[in-house]
Structures are given as structure tokens and as C-alpha cells.
């Protein structure tokens, strides 16, 4: 049956192909003329070289492939996603700027969603097809996905924000999700939201244009951008609000698009090969694809809500705090017990990981647990190796303050070494403002340079109650040596 499927999806699409070779063979006489002038907005500048953003592209997609489920490039979803992509891709211009090496990928997610990183990869999750109602909606979200990318949107604000002082090694560990830059904004980011700087309406629009400006030269109706997002509005509930949030609607999508088109000539637009649509759809549609909730967290389930300072509202006590029991986590790399009603919410037994409440994870950090993670140090001295450490998370963060100085600690018969910080939590207090959040940060050096360390993380004001759970965690914590 899937055999089958798939291959049948496969022939038609390489039908398609070349149907829709002959086809833009046929009408090229009537497309824009060369003397038509499509003017797409200017890219942003930013301190990040083209080469720069493509190399933070390719270290975010390493770190995406870790976190999250990416379909491989021959399932027949994969396949559709990035023959869209690559109809939009000859439109883009390779001025003033050299045009990006887009990359187009499904994530195994329910969630209507896509994000894109700086250099070209777009990911595109299985709830989005599942929504989709024909080919022109899928190849609008693809292109305003595009449009992030060729408008430098993440290189712009991370260089706005003041990350570019420090280097490409933070903006790539901001937008490749490593702890250094995670704890940048928010507190700590888990799963791919750590790669998104969030966008303003005012990027939005600039998305939607590039969009649509790809749309109309590939022959798709570019309202259908417009009509998609509208469908997620109005369909709200669990899934259609999470890519808004992500993409917040700039006002007047509908109009803003016609606008743009109304200053090109007139042309025949279609909603794409709706047979073709159909077959992918109906795959698709047969897939069960995970939840980010049950990767990241029940906030959504729980119903805390987002405010539009991107805070969280407090989480229930009951929610978050051990129950007592406890379970035995078997890493590759060592052996910790967490609490009985605490998830692995990212990461496996063979990456790096967060062990937390979901109730304490938001969509783009976590307020409550333990996040563990392998540290490449340049010393093998365990202080020299924690200078390092902090000297990364200070320089991405400064937000962030380390407390004190760094002190000995034992781990199961390791010495290795301990230091607070403080910054603020992605949940916010009764008025409105973030809380005050503590870190507990312990290295623990493994074999020569490399180390291990465990960032423990609560508001401030709930710190002391989850300390008996997190000393219980780290009085567990074997380093497997072999
Ligand atoms: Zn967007």
C-alpha cells in the first residue's frame, strides 16, 4: 500500500515535471515581458556575510536534524514539498545579493507550521500539507518562508540586537539552538523554536511580498498566500494559531498582495495540478504525524497562553513540581534519574537533552528542568574548561548574569564545578513582567577536553522547592568512562 503510494506519487510527479516544462515552454510568450520590471524589496543588511548566513544555515539544519523529525529527501511528501520549492527558486533574484542555495524539507510535525533558516533551508511540517487545500496555499507558505530568507530577516535582527559584536559562533549557536545562544533570548530554547528571532508584521509583510512576487512568476495566484492564512484564522483551535504567532499577521494580508499584483500586468494564474495535490494529500493525510506538544510540552494542552511579549502566564505549582518518584534516564554517554512526572521534551539517549515538566516548557523555552549537554572545552582543566563555558554563555546573553564565582563540586567521585546565574524566565509574573529566573550550572569534565554539564532552570521564587529534585538529579549523574 505505502510501495505503491509512494511510487505512483513518485511517477506523476516526474510526469508533472514535464508537463509543466512544456507548458511554461508554451506560454512563455505571454509571461512578463523582459521589459517588465519586478521589483522585490531590498534585503536587509546585517553584519553577517551571504557565505556567513549560508554556513549558519547549515549548522542550524545539523541541530534541526537532532531536534526534531525531518522526512528524508525521497519520501513522496519531501519529494512534493521541494518540487515546490524548486518552481519558486529560479524566480528569486540574485541581485543585489547572490541568490541563496535553498534546501527544501518536511518536518514529521501536526502542527500547521514552517520556518526557515538564514541560507536557505525551509522546513515545512506535515500539519501544513495536511492543510492545505491545493498546490498554489503549500507553494505560498514555501515562498513567504523564501521571503525570510532573501530579506536577511534573522541576520538583521541578531545584528540589530547586538549579537554580531561577538561573532559568527553565537549568531550560529542563537539560530542553531546551542545552549550559549538558547539562552539568549528567553531563558533556555528547546526544539527548533530556538531558531526563530521572532518576526515583526513589519518582516511579515516583507515575506508576504517576496512570496507572492514568486508566486505570481511561477503562474500561482498569489491571493492564495492570503487565503491560506485567512483558513488558519479562522480555523484557530490547536492548530492554526502556531504558525501565526510565528508569522504574525501584518494587517490586511489580502489587500496588501492585491495591491502588489495590481501593479503587474495582468496574467492567468492557477491553484497548481489539483490530481497531483490530491495524491500527495491523501499521503499525507495518512501519515500520523507527532506533536510538537508531546516534544515540547503541553503549554497549549494546558491551556497557559502566549501574551505578545512572547511571556508565558504561571504554569500551575502542581504542574511542574517532582511528584516523588522517579525514573531512570540510560544515555549513551551517562545515567541520571529525573522525576517520575518530568519528559524527556527534547533531545534522546544519544544527544544532548532537556528533562523537564512539560507544563514548564513554552513554545520557545523552558521555565522549569534540566538541560544536558556535551561541552567541547579548549582546556582540560575543569576550571579553565568552566571559564570557557561561562565566557560563551555571557557573551550571548546579556541578559544573563553569572553570580559569584565558580566553586568545586563532586559528581560521583568527579571534580568538577558549580555557578548560578540569573536572567529572566519566559514566564511572566501577576504584573505582567517576566520573573526572575536562576540557573544552576554544574560542568562535569568527562574525557580530556570533553565535558558535560547540567543547566538546571526555575523561576527564581520556586528555585529552592525543585532544589532537593535537582540535587537528587545530580547526585544520580554517572558519566559512563569507556
Ligand atoms: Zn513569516
Given at each position: 500500500?505505502?510501495a505503491?503510494?509512494?511510487?505512483?506519487a513518485r511517477r506523476?510527479l516526474?510526469?508533472?515535471a514535464?508537463?509543466?516544462?512544456?507548458?511554461?515552454v508554451?506560454?512563455a510568450?505571454?509571461?512578463?515581458?523582459?521589459?517588465t520590471?519586478?521589483r522585490?524589496p531590498t534585503p536587509?543588511?546585517?553584519?553577517?556575510t551571504?557565505?556567513q548566513?549560508?554556513?549558519?544555515g547549515q549548522q542550524?539544519e545539523?541541530?534541526v536534524r537532532k531536534?526534531?523529525?525531518v522526512?528524508?529527501d525521497?519520501d513522496?511528501?519531501?519529494r512534493?514539498?521541494?518540487y515546490?520549492?524548486?518552481?519558486?527558486?529560479?524566480y528569486v533574484?540574485?541581485?543585489?545579493?547572490?541568490r541563496?542555495?535553498?534546501?527544501?524539507h518536511?518536518?514529521n510535525?501536526?502542527?500547521v507550521?514552517?520556518?526557515?533558516l538564514?541560507g536557505g533551508?525551509?522546513?515545512?511540517?506535515?500539519?501544513t500539507?495536511?492543510?492545505a487545500?491545493?498546490?498554489?496555499?503549500?507553494?505560498?507558505v514555501i515562498g513567504h518562508?523564501?521571503?525570510?530568507?532573501?530579506?536577511?530577516?534573522?541576520a538583521a535582527?541578531?545584528?540589530?540586537e547586538?549579537?554580531?559584536?561577538?561573532g559568527?559562533?553565537?549568531l550560529g549557536a542563537?539560530?542553531?539552538?546551542?545552549?550559549a545562544g538558547?539562552l539568549?533570548r528567553?531563558?533556555?530554547?528547546?526544539?527548533?523554536?530556538?531558531?526563530?528571532?521572532?518576526?515583526?508584521?513589519n518582516?511579515?509583510?516583507?515575506?508576504?511580498?517576496?512570496?507572492?512576487l514568486?508566486m505570481y512568476?511561477?503562474?500561482?495566484n498569489?491571493?492564495a498566500?492570503?487565503?491560506?492564512?485567512?483558513?488558519?484564522?479562522?480555523?484557530?483551535?490547536s492548530?492554526?494559531p502556531?504558525f501565526?504567532?510565528?508569522?504574525p499577521?501584518?494587517?490586511?494580508r489580502?489587500?496588501?498582495i492585491?495591491?502588489i499584483?495590481?501593479?503587474?500586468?495582468?496574467?492567468?494564474y492557477?491553484?497548481?495540478?489539483?490530481?497531483?495535490?490530491?495524491e500527495v494529500h491523501d499521503?499525507?493525510?495518512?501519515?500520523?504525524p507527532?506533536?510538537?506538544?508531546?516534544?515540547?510540552g503541553?503549554?497549549?494542552?494546558?491551556?497557559?497562553?502566549q501574551?505578545?511579549?512572547?511571556?508565558?502566564?504561571p504554569?500551575?505549582?502542581?504542574?511542574v513540581?517532582?511528584?516523588?518518584?522517579?525514573?531512570?534516564?540510560?544515555?549513551?554517554?551517562?545515567?541520571v534519574?529525573?522525576?517520575?512526572?518530568?519528559?524527556?521534551?527534547?533531545?534522546?539517549?544519544?544527544?544532548?537533552?532537556t528533562i523537564?515538566p512539560p507544563?514548564?516548557?513554552t513554545?520557545?523555552?523552558i521555565?522549569?528542568?534540566?538541560i544536558?549537554r556535551?561541552f567541547?572545552?579548549?582546556?582540560?582543566?575543569?576550571d579553565a574548561?568552566?571559564?570557557d563555558?561561562?565566557?560563551?554563555?555571557?557573551?550571548?546573553n546579556?541578559?544573563l548574569?553569572?553570580?559569584?564565582h565558580?566553586?568545586?563540586?563532586?559528581?560521583?567521585?568527579?571534580?568538577?564545578?558549580?555557578v548560578?546565574?540569573?536572567?529572566?524566565?519566559?514566564?511572566?509574573?501577576?504584573?505582567?513582567?517576566p520573573?526572575?529566573?536562576?540557573d544552576w550550572l554544574?560542568?562535569?569534565p568527562w574525557?580530556g577536553s570533553?565535558?558535560v554539564?547540567?543547566?538546571?532552570?526555575?523561576?527564581?521564587n520556586d528555585?529552592d522547592?525543585?532544589?532537593?529534585?535537582?540535587?537528587q538529579?545530580?547526585r544520580?549523574?554517572?558519566l559512563?568512562q569507556?
Amino acid at each position: 500500500m505505502h510501495a505503491f503510494s509512494y511510487s505512483a506519487a513518485r511517477r506523476t510527479l516526474a510526469t508533472q515535471a514535464v508537463a509543466l516544462i512544456l507548458i511554461a515552454v508554451m506560454a512563455a510568450p505571454q509571461l512578463v515581458s523582459a521589459a517588465t520590471t519586478i521589483r522585490f524589496p531590498t534585503p536587509h543588511s546585517s553584519a553577517y556575510t551571504h557565505e556567513q548566513q549560508i554556513q549558519i544555515g547549515q549548522q542550524g539544519e545539523a541541530e534541526v536534524r537532532k531536534q526534531m523529525q525531518v522526512l528524508p529527501d525521497d519520501d513522496p511528501l519531501a519529494r512534493y514539498v521541494r518540487y515546490l520549492g524548486e518552481k519558486l527558486v529560479p524566480y528569486v533574484p540574485d541581485s543585489p545579493n547572490p541568490r541563496y542555495p535553498y534546501s527544501f524539507h518536511v518536518v514529521n510535525l501536526k502542527e500547521v507550521n514552517a520556518f526557515s533558516l538564514p541560507g536557505g533551508p525551509v522546513y515545512v511540517n506535515v500539519g501544513t500539507i495536511q492543510a492545505a487545500e491545493n498546490e498554489a496555499q503549500l507553494a505560498g507558505v514555501i515562498g513567504h518562508e523564501m521571503g525570510h530568507t532573501y530579506m536577511q530577516h534573522a541576520a538583521a535582527q541578531a545584528t540589530k540586537e547586538g549579537y554580531a559584536q561577538v561573532g559568527l559562533g553565537i549568531l550560529g549557536a542563537i539560530l542553531g539552538g546551542g545552549v550559549a545562544g538558547a539562552l539568549g533570548r528567553t531563558a533556555i530554547a528547546v526544539g527548533a523554536n530556538a531558531y526563530f528571532l521572532k518576526y515583526s508584521r513589519n518582516d511579515e509583510s516583507e515575506a508576504d511580498h517576496v512570496g507572492a512576487l514568486l508566486m505570481y512568476q511561477a503562474g500561482y495566484n498569489p491571493q492564495a498566500l492570503a487565503d491560506f492564512f485567512r483558513k488558519l484564522e479562522q480555523e484557530g483551535g490547536s492548530r492554526g494559531p502556531q504558525f501565526l504567532s510565528d508569522h504574525p499577521d501584518p494587517g490586511n494580508r489580502a489587500q496588501a498582495i492585491a495591491a502588489i499584483i495590481r501593479q503587474l500586468p495582468p496574467r492567468q494564474y492557477t491553484n497548481g495540478d489539483m490530481a497531483q495535490f490530491n495524491e500527495v494529500h491523501d499521503i499525507a493525510m495518512g501519515r500520523r504525524p507527532r506533536s510538537d506538544q508531546d516534544t515540547q510540552g503541553g503549554r497549549r494542552r494546558d491551556g497557559a497562553g502566549q501574551d505578545d511579549q512572547g511571556g508565558v502566564q504561571p504554569v500551575s505549582q502542581r504542574d511542574v513540581i517532582p511528584n516523588g518518584d522517579w525514573r531512570t534516564l540510560n544515555h549513551s554517554a551517562f545515567r541520571v534519574q529525573y522525576p517520575a512526572n518530568w519528559q524527556i521534551v527534547s533531545g534522546n539517549e544519544t544527544s544532548d537533552v532537556t528533562i523537564a515538566p512539560p507544563a514548564g516548557v513554552t513554545q520557545n523555552a523552558i521555565a522549569y528542568g534540566a538541560i544536558i549537554r556535551e561541552f567541547d572545552a579548549e582546556s582540560d582543566a575543569p576550571d579553565a574548561a568552566m571559564h570557557d563555558l561561562e565566557n560563551q554563555i555571557r557573551q550571548s546573553n546579556p541578559n544573563l548574569r553569572i553570580i559569584g564565582h565558580d566553586e568545586p563540586v563532586t559528581v560521583n567521585g568527579v571534580q568538577g564545578r558549580s555557578v548560578d546565574m540569573v536572567t529572566s524566565s519566559p514566564i511572566n509574573g501577576p504584573d505582567g513582567r517576566p520573573l526572575r529566573e536562576r540557573d544552576w550550572l554544574v560542568l562535569i569534565p568527562w574525557q580530556g577536553s570533553r565535558d558535560v554539564y547540567v543547566v538546571f532552570v526555575a523561576p527564581e521564587n520556586d528555585f529552592d522547592r525543585l532544589r532537593p529534585a535537582f540535587e537528587q538529579m545530580l547526585r544520580s549523574f554517572q558519566l559512563r568512562q569507556d
